[in-house]
């Protein structure tokens, strides 16, 4: 056991020192273009990698002049180690990307040493470093320019052309074709209640809420008020509307004079139907039980926003619709 340990060991040692004096080459493949898909102002380079990528070697990134042919006359604005940097670490789409990515591959922008300029040329070149050993790939050039179109967002660009194209088809459709909609069976109960309050000779008890008109709730109370306006006035059946925000009342009393005249029937509109009682909550919903109580409405409308004052509405409605 321990000679098979003393092997393993020694085996590893040559290994390890047999990849440490692995000679090193100049970067191969190098290529250096405008980065695509940004608003200018960098290159970026890519090389093949090589089998003795490792933290023992380094690359250097090197740019300068664009009549500097001597890569070691170029300044170094990039050092990091071999086995890092590859184009699958980058956040680039992988339908724009050119090579494979176990590739390595630099972005060079604008630092201190070098200014990095649209529509300005710069030699580029790679350097492989190993303890004293410098390898220099080349000399190229690149020329940094702003792109119209970031093809990483081309995705986005086809979910929203498809949303937009299946929109547009949605509506020349139903423009041309009867779409079956779904009855709301809170919409039914609301017409059963009129027909039944017609019925009864009894009137209509409607209350937008305890919000003013900032409140969606209250919004969407004043919109079915012109329609519960317009099938009381078709019916003839009196509507009575209490409110606790005078702007609410004032908006409610056009939506009802609306109604009454689409119903043909603008003689029979009362403007004192929607009245102002009071802001205060409870001094609001005693009221409205008062009128609960003398009027005995058939049908009683809740709709927007009740807090504490809910139970006591809907208990004395309950006891006297």
Not at 178 to 205: N, Y
Not at 239 to 244: F, T
């Amino acid at each position: 056991m321990l000679s098979a340990l003393t092997i393993f060991c020694t085996l590893s040692s040559l290994s390890a020192y047999a990849s440490a004096q692995t000679p090193i080459m100049a970067p191969q493949d190098v290529q250096v273009f405008d980065t695509p898909s940004d608003g200018g102002g960098s290159l970026t380079v890519q090389w093949a990698p090589t089998s003795w990528d490792s933290p023992d070697v380094r690359y250097q990134v090197l740019v300068g002049d664009v009549t500097v042919t001597d890569p070691a006359s170029l300044t170094i604005i990039a050092e990091f180690p071999a086995n890092t940097k590859y184009v699958k670490d980058t956040k680039t789409a992988w339908w724009t990307r050119t090579v494979d990515k176990t590739w390595h591959q630099a972005i060079i922008r604008s630092a201190k040493a070098v200014e990095i300029k649209d529509g300005t040329s710069y030699a580029v070149a790679v350097a492989a470093v190993q303890d004293d050993r410098r390898m220099f790939s080349p000399v190229l050039v690149g020329t940094p320019s702003p792109n119209w179109f970031n093809w990483n967002q081309l995705n986005n660009l086809i979910i929203a052309v498809s949303f937009g194209g299946l929109v547009f088809y949605t509506i020349s459709h139903a423009k041309r074709n009867e779409i079956f909609l779904r009855r709301i069976p809170g919409l039914d109960a609301v017409d059963e209640a009129i027909g039944r309050a017609t019925e009864l000779g009894k009137p209509i008890l409607y209350l937008t809420g305890a919000h003013d008109l900032h409140d969606p709730s209250t919004i969407a109370a004043a919109v079915i008020l012109g329609k519960v306006a317009k099938r009381a006035a078709l019916y003839e059946t009196e509507l009575i509307v209490p409110h606790r925000e005078p702007i609410t009342m004032a908006v409610c009393q056009e939506i009802t004079k609306q109604a009454y005249l689409e119903a043909g029937k603008p003689d029979l509109f009362k403007e004192d139907a929607n009245f102002f009682i009071t802001a205060d909550q409870f001094s609001y919903t005693a009221a409205v039980d008062g009128i609960m109580l003398r009027k005995k409405p058939a049908a009683n409308f809740f709709m927007g926003a009740y807090f504490a004052e809910s139970l006591l509405l809907t208990e004395t409605g309950a006891s006297t619709g």
